[in-house]
């Protein structure tokens, strides 16, 4: 086979998996954005939040990475609100249905057109009594009561404490995550008789 034919061949091969990509069309998985704390179940109808609540991130605090929340542990919540209804509102509780009990430490205010971060300094909002282990992952379907706005439901994500959320305190209750501990090699034994 003479030189040229080699490079047409060749090309042809590297090429296949290009064009084999474009066959997913603009709806394939790949093309569309993967943010794990956005709240994107809060559009309706085309436009972006519900009756005046906009909450554009929302993530429950899991254990590091390899670790898992224990069974009855606790967990934080961290929203960002953003009212934006002309009155002021107030989120006064939240309900996590079977996975768990959520404590409020008080009712959070939410200004008009202000950002209300729920986790800083501290965590207002905790994820208790967690019927199951929780290794990061998973979602979690909350139901906000606010005082105006009535209930706003959306699953929120349980993260793991790594990448960007690495600085964040540690759940309570986490279990570390496991050490591995070396083994010897089947060299080194076959080296010992």
């Not at 090309?11 to 943010?35: E, H, Q, R």
């Not at 960007?164 to 076959?190: I, L, R």
Request: charge should be neutral; aromatic fraction near 6%.
């Amino acid at each position: 086979m003479t030189s040229r034919r080699w490079i047409v061949v060749a090309a042809a091969f590297l090429a296949a998996p290009v064009l084999a990509g474009c066959g997913a069309g603009f709806d394939a998985n790949t093309n569309k954005p993967y943010a794990p704390n956005e709240a994107g179940v809060l559009i309706e109808n085309g436009a972006y939040g519900t009756r005046g609540i906009q909450i554009p991130q929302a993530f429950i605090l899991g254990p590091d990475s390899g670790a898992q929340l224990a069974w009855r542990g606790s967990a934080p919540i961290y929203l960002n609100i953003l009212n934006t209804a002309g009155a002021p509102d107030t989120l006064e509780a939240v309900n996590a249905g079977g996975m768990g009990t959520v404590k409020v430490t008080a009712p959070i205010q939410l200004p008009s057109n202000q950002l209300v971060n729920t986790g800083k300094p501290a965590p207002q909002i905790m994820l208790e009594a967690i019927p199951k282990s929780l290794r990061g992952g998973e979602s979690v379907k909350l139901d906000l009561q606010f005082a105006n706005a009535g209930i706003v439901s959306l699953n929120v994500p349980v993260v793991t404490r790594s990448r960007e959320f690495k600085d964040y305190p540690p759940a309570p209750n986490a279990t570390p995550a496991a050490t591995p501990t070396p083994t010897p090699s089947a060299t080194a034994s076959e080296e010992a008789h």
